[in-house]
């Protein structure tokens, strides 16, 4: 059964952030209007390959990792109220930062199956079967993606997913890029305002093709 991975659901504002100012106290007092301090857990990335990485700053409510290119926001679960939870709080956010340049907002969210049906694991093998068929002796498929992109009526909006096949598990990947230019076009959409969808009705879509696709999705909370 296909299953919502809550760990890749986040709320992705691109922009130029100074990661001094978004520290723990700051979005604790600014973001959640509570007192700074309060404990935060931090996650240091580990392993090869990650000693660039951001730290991630477990603040209750929801994580997150501040790049020079990006703020990051991931809710503890796949809810409305946590996902409602991480827009108030980013609107917030931002409202006090009106002068930061921000450059796009992204709604993410994953769905997997680590079991696929027949009927799914032969649409990937028909999507690849024209390269199967062209690639030299010896040379044996080992994964298949397709990427499709849609826009809304006004361009304002672009989702694109990602369907990939990978040691025989099945992974959709959602991403609602909003193109914006401003802080007052991101309070506008994480608010829901001048028909932007706020963020869980983009998931509610996203689930609802999962199942027309695939079959029951499984929020998996």
Known sequence: MIQNNPTETALVIAGAWNTAILSPEWVLRHGLQRQAEERVQVL???????IFEFPRYNVGDFSYVVRPDALIVAPPETSEASIAACEDA???MIDVLKHTPVSGLGHNFEFRDEAPSDVCVNGFTAARQDLVDQMPQGWDAASASINSSFRNHDGSVIVNISRTLDAGIH???FNYHHVIASVEQA??????????????TNYAQAAELV????GEEDNGH
């Open 44 to 50: 240091i990335p580990a392993g090869v390959g990650m």
């Open 90 to 92: 980013v609107a917030r």
């Open 171 to 173: 992974i959709v990947k």
């Open 187 to 200: 309070l506008q959409v994480l608010r829901g305002e001048s028909d932007y969808r706020r963020m869980w």
């Open 211 to 214: 199942n027309q696709l695939y």
